[in-house]
């Protein structure tokens, strides 16, 4: 279902076209970057720690390299000192030295999996052959493994450097250094306004509540790969499956010392991203075997390295106190919110402070956010990185407001819902915004709609935040002489996007969706392009996309005019015919017209290279979600009966595959609700490696998910576009657990949702079984 | 040094013979033997589904099966499900549906559907959730997946038909499948 404030004025844009890439990943010929293969290539693969925290005494290769088939090994020796510098690559700020690293453990190992050395040789088999040969001394130290346990005044401290930095204000660059001693929490931001006190006392309703959510795993599926090939002159080829082929030449090259000009980054077609796939783990390992061995080297990560290795995002603890007026007007709250950020500082702690009040319009509010350092694989974004926890908590306690205050949740949503020019928590006015189109369009949706009944069920809803948008984006669009485009981008294609880009040319050029063919190209091809990620593609891509086309246009304009020796403002364009007033000229279609290209001065490129502003500055999305649940009264096992979601995504370039992007991303909120997390032992080992344990949602434990498309454009995109990608995962866990309540009156604190956490619930809500629960509710 | 096997065995149609050692999965003989690598690898422990192949009639995570126990037996991959220049019907609808974001599960999902159809030409909605349920997508929540299956099956496709081009649109396909799902 689409619900748009805008009537389509569209031929293309709006409609549903096969993907260009579709026969190729149907039949099996696409290739993902595990897929390619070159002459004399070898294989390489890690050796990774099996403690959590430990010192390296020593490292001996000699087995190893000895062993038959090996042909180069290397170790955190091998890399060179990075100093730290904080980097902004795309939407990530990256401190180099702690990427460096993480990409190779030097002296310490600090998470169970931590890379320790690598080897090339000349089969996978032989290169896990050689790892067994690899010996480690470690000095075992002790973990650290929860934010709470790493925020106490005695814990172990990992990285005896950091100190904490208090960030007052994000978007106000004064920021303070905390005391000059160690510590694990390297970073502190807070928001505020209003006078807190006088907002409780005016409270009738006031709910304080502590949560807890496990980290979980992006969960693509297919892992992580790299194959460079280090060339005798110095130049490095890298293909890999990577959400930002600039970004693996930004950060290799910091890596590794080498000039980003020396590098090339070719972007294979990508298995799944959700932001796990914007920094680098291999590449600049495969790097340097490759420079070591003078032959390609392809590395490719088992799942266990996945899931042990490369960024899950933050497990987190969370306290909440808010408090709401008779009427429902909240009228103070105050937040705070712990991140862990993995085994280096970076977690998506701001973000999460940003986002977590961000639906609502709060008098008196203050959020605290702490970045901490604990013993696990440095976190990298998924998803909305930081919403989705921080809205969990705020979000479970606001559908408990409204129930104290006899609001319907949606009501009370839109009664503080925040609207154009109300401050977000961070500071800033919103621009035009759908949060309040979102939230209509859910409560007259046919599932809100509907009646649902029976022992043990229950609906829950909640909304969500995310930025969206911004940053650099190249595009060229070529007119072939035959009148077929080319679009030409460097953004790699997740989940449809060059056909949305192909079909904004072919909306401006009034050409065939057939007849433009999109590309998407290696780093030495096309302009500065930044990550596939923050909802960016369909709305700062496409806007450069639109921008290359209108250029593109408004050549051939040029080229008609001269051919019909007119004055170029007297050529006009409409339905992809090209026409002049007067005597006897006869209109031209883009077809015709291409033909002549050559005798009117050559070619037709039209280009356009843009920064679409910072992150947020542009496209603010909202979601809401609404799940029907019933709870097995033997297992306490959650069964999703309905599950829908709301989205203003300003402008459906392919309705199709925006419905994509909301469905996918409620069933991976869903999965986090219910079933997903990472279990480490008591030493820091993780057990459950492997997605047998680590367990995603199959299609038996979903329904259809339906959704509801809100269309409320953005003012500062030609098209209207507010990107889609993320914001549908942040509405869904609260969703459930405020559904759970609805069931069987126990209120969920602690993620996931799973049997064992939801029985432990019941239990201390005083052993009440559902049965007759749900009788006494009757 | 390990010792390679010759093995003989009909993959798509074709007789094949091929060197591999016992040690590989049938899953690295197909991609790295035969350059066949639209079979995925996701886990290699038979979790994730997107290696998934037909091995005489059944569908069977190539990842947990040796290449030497191909031997004799009759494989079918997803580079063998289209008829030439052909679309298998599952391809098209999938295609149609949007079923594939990343695209990396679409083969294995193809396979243990035809695998499905192959044997159950006509399966409930439940059964093709069931009949799916290895597979394993993080990007589309299985939605567009199960309505494509759904969709090819309503189009009588049985054992080893091949696609005639649809003429319903997708929202009228939706709608229909969305009317089954009430009765
Ligand atoms: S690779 Fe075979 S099931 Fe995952
Ligand atoms: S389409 Fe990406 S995993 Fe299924």
Known sequence: MTQSTIKSEFTVIGTRPIRHDGIDKVTGRARYGADIALPGMLHGAVLRSPHAHARIRSIDMAKARRHPGVKAVVTGADFPEVKGVMAQVGELIVNTHYLSLNVMARGKVLYDGHAVAAVAATSRHVALEALELIEVDYEVLTPVMTAEEAMKPDAPVLLEELRTKLMAHRTDPGSAEGPDRPTNVPGHIRFERGDLAAGFRAAAHIVEREFVTAAVHQGYIEPQNALAIYGADGHVTIHCSTQGSFNVRTLT???????????????????????????????????????????PVKMVMSRADVLRATGPTSGTKMKVRMGAARDGTITAAEVW??????????????????????????????????????????????????????????????DELATLCGIDPLDFRILNGVREGMPQPAGPPYKRIGFIETCTAMRESAHYQARLEGPNRGRGVAAGFWFNGGLQSSATVNIHGDGSVSVVTGSVDIGGSRTTQAMIAAEVLGADINDVRPVVTDTDSIGHTDVTGGSRV???????????????????????????????????????????????????????????????????????????GAVGAVGNAFAVACVDVEIDPETAKVRILRCSIAQDVGRALHPGYVEGQMQGALAQGIGWALSEEYFYDRNGLLRNAGLLDYRMPTCLDLPMIETVIVEVPNPHHPLGVRGVGE???????????????????????????????????????????????????? | ???????????????????????????????????????????????????????????????????????????????GLANGATLHVLQQKFLEHASLQCGICTPGFLMSAKALLDHNPNPTEGEIRYALAGNLCRCTGYDKIVKAVVDAARHGVGASQHGKVPTESTAEVTRDILEREKR
């Open chain 1, 253 to 295: 090259s910091s890596v590794l010392g080498i000039p980003e000009g020396s590098i090339r980054v070719v972007p294979a077609e990508i298995g799944g991203g959700f932001g796990g796939k914007t920094t680098v783990y291999l590449e600049p390992v495969a790097t340097i075997l490759s420079k070591l061995s003078g032959r």
């Open chain 2, 1 to 79: 040094m390990v010792h390679k096997v010759i093995v003989e065995t009909t993959i798509n149609g074709d007789p094949v013979e091929l060197l591999c050692e016992p040690r590989q999965s049938l899953l690295e003989v197909l991609r790295d033997e035969l350059d066949l690598t639209g079979s995925k690898e996701g886990c290699l422990t038979g979790d994730c589904g997107a290696c998934t192949v037909i091995v005489d009639g059944r569908a069977v995570c190539s990842c947990l099966m040796l290449g030497a126990e191909a031997a004799g037996k009759h494989i079918t991959t997803v580079e």
């Open chain 1, 727 to 778: 914001v549908g995962i942040v509405p869904p866990m609260a969703a459930v657990a405020n559904a759970i309540y609805q069931a069987i009156g126990v209120r969920m604190t602690e993620l996931p949702m799973s049997p064992p956490h939801l029985l432990k619930a019941i239990g201390q809500r005083g052993g009440v079984t559902l049965d007759s629960h749900a009788a006494a509710a009757d």
């Open chain 1, 538 to 612: 369909a709305l700062a891509t496409g806007m450069a996309v639109y921008e290359a086309a209108h250029d593109a246009l408004a050549q051939l304009k040029a080229r008609a005019a001269k051919l019909w020796e007119k004055p170029i403002a007297e050529v006009r364009f409409a339905a992809g015919t090209f026409s002049a007033a007067g005597n006897g000229v006869p209109p031209m279609t883009l077809k015709q017209l291409a033909t002549r290209l050559a005798r009117t001065g050559g070619p037709i490129v039209g280009r356009a290279t843009l920064n679409a």
């Open chain 1, 337 to 398: 919110l712990a991140y862990e950020a993995g085994a280096f500082p970076g977690s998506p702690f701001a973000p999460g402070a940003m986002c977590t009040m961000a639906p609502y319009n709060v008098a008196n509010l203050r959020i605290d956010s702490f970045d901490v350092v604990v013993n696990r694989p440095k976190v990298a974004a998924y998803r909305a990185p930081g919403s989705p926890a921080s809205a969990f908590a705020c979000e479970t306690v606001i």
